[in-house]
């Protein structure tokens, strides 16, 4: 089992929906491990087994759904993870709301959006 991280960028993704509908249609690729998909930053966090699956399999199964996956240069990747910024794994995923639910971050966004009004 080869395991591989990577962070792709995401073509196509313009809100939480999207980002929901990229993680499960990653997800039920065999040797897929693991799928974190930011549509704030439009990037896609992909554990995966590398003897399994590849990237080409992932923009397979997402073109036909209108997105589709490159991967971002290895010094952006490495810059923002929790240990860089001394933050454990729950902490980091905190900060970047990986943690909520989309009624959670609809929620914060009409917060937001009434600030600003």
């Known amino acids: 089992m080869q395991n591989n991280t990577k962070i792709y960028k995401v073509k196509g993704m313009h809100c939480a929906s999207c980002a929901s509908i990229i993680e499960r249609a990653v997800k039920k690729i065999e040797g897929v491990e693991e799928v974190s998909v930011n549509p704030g930053t439009e990037d896609a966090k992909i554990s995966f087994?590398?003897?399994k699956t590849s990237t080409d399999e992932f923009n397979k199964k997402l073109e036909p759904?209108?997105?589709s996956?490159?991967?971002q240069e290895s010094h952006n990747t490495q810059d923002?993870?929790?240990s860089s910024m001394g933050m454990s794994e729950d902490e980091y995923r905190e900060h970047l709301g990986l943690n909520q639910t989309k009624k959670e971050k609809l929620a914060e966004?009409?917060?937001m959006k009434s600030m600003l009004m």
Do not use: C, H, P, T
Request: without cysteine.
């Open 80 to 82: 923002m993870s929790a």
């Open 65 to 67: 759904l209108g997105y």
């Open 109 to 111: 966004l009409k917060n």
């Open 69 to 71: 996956l490159s991967v």
């Open 49 to 51: 087994d590398e003897s």
